[in-house]
Every structure is written in structure tokens, then in C-alpha cells.
């Protein structure tokens, strides 16, 4: 059975730092590509960061660029997104994302806030 569980999330002044955790099981991870997305309310799902199977290239929108970095450890499973500088704006549900072959897997999410 395919999981994928998200952590880390929480309350952080603007300006701070939090990373997010997400914990897979059941399918080959090293051969996914993982993504993280994020859900403010009222707005559609984004994209935040994207991360290849081997982890050699990793793709950002230009509204996440230098202040996200996601990145993965195939041996433990896990994919990671760092978060600095954080927004008020930023405040969303965070979910990650593995695609393999056609099949497409999220997680539950984890609310992140920012205050101001």
C-alpha cells in the first residue's frame, strides 16, 4: 500500500525557516519524481519544487525560486523541502507528490502558517 506522510509543518513568524518531511512507503521511491505542492484557501493547488529520481535536477516556479529547496534521500525514503524567509503568503497546506510510471500519489498535507 502506497504511502506518503507529510510533517514538519506548523506556526512560523515571518521571516522564519521550516522544513518539511515526507516519509514514503510502498513503491520504488528512487524511481519517482517527487514533488511538492502547496493549497492556500481558496486557491488552486501549485507547485512549489521538483526533484528527479536521481536527484540530479530539481525545478522550482519562479515565484519559489532562492528561498525553497527540495531535495530527497533515496536510502531513508524521504524527500525534504526547506523553507526560509517565509511569507505570510506562504501560508498553505503542503503536500508531496510521487509520480511513477502513470500512476500519480499525494499525501495528506501539512498546514503550514505564517504570521506577520
Known amino acids: 500500500q502506497v504511502q506518503l506522510v507529510e510533517s514538519g509543518g506548523g506556526l512560523v513568524q515571518s521571516g522564519g525557516s521550516l522544513r518539511l518531511f515526507c516519509a514514503a512507503s510502498g513503491f520504488t521511491f528512487s524511481s519517482a519524481v517527487l514533488n511538492w505542492y502547496r493549497q492556500a484557501p481558496g486557491k488552486e493547488r501549485e507547485l512549489v519544487a521538483s526533484?528527479?529520481?536521481?536527484?540530479?535536477?530539481?525545478n522550482y516556479p519562479d515565484s519559489m525560486k532562492g528561498r525553497f529547496t527540495i531535495s530527497r534521500d533515496n536510502a531513508k525514503n524521504t524527500l525534504y523541502l526547506q523553507m526560509s524567509s517565509l511569507k505570510p503568503e506562504d501560508t498553505a497546506v503542503y503536500y508531496c507528490?510521487?509520480?511513477?510510471?502513470?500512476?500519480?500519489?499525494w499525501g495528506q498535507g501539512t498546514q503550514v502558517t505564517v504570521s506577520s
Open positions: 526533484i528527479t529520481s536521481g536527484g540530479g535536477s530539481t
Open positions: 507528490n510521487a509520480r511513477i510510471y502513470s500512476y500519480s500519489y
